[in-house]
């Protein structure tokens, strides 16, 4: 993964030397602190402290690490199903209209993304 990670960078880099810069910004070899040195210069852009940033990345991974997947998500709504007729049609209905909105959001966005094989 982590080849893929660096290969992008080039890839996507308009030069070689930008493609550098991003990667010394991605391996923290660029002096990217504001004028305050007790910020982390992976944090300063948004302004959290190392101990807020640990705190949300365990309470993140614990929510990963413990959430039910979505095939687990599945059985249980269909075993759920299964002893309740009328609540079928709700679910699929349900679950039409979640995959309808998606659609219709993500047709309507307004941002244009850039064609990236274009410089080849």
């Known amino acids: 993964m982590l080849a893929v990670i660096v290969a992008w960078v080039f890839f996507r880099a308009a030069h070689f030397d930008a493609a550098l810069a991003v ?26 402290s190392i101990s807020a940033a640990v705190t949300w990345c365990a309470v993140l991974s614990g929510i990963a690490a413990l ?17 309740r007729i009328v609540a079928r049609p709700v679910v699929l209905g349900a679950a039409l209209a ?23």
């Open 67 to 83: 959430a039910p997947n979505s095939n687990q998500i599945g059985e249980k709504l269909r075993v759920w199903c299964r002893g």
């Open 98 to 120: 979640a995959i309808a909105l998606l659609i219709t959001l993500n047709a309507t966005r307004s941002s244009v993304s850039a064609f990236i094989y274009f410089n080849f």
């Open 23 to 48: 990667l010394r910004g991605m391996s923290f070899m660029v002096d990217a602190a504001p004028a305050t040195d007790s910020i982390h210069p992976l944090l300063w852009n948004e302004g959290l």
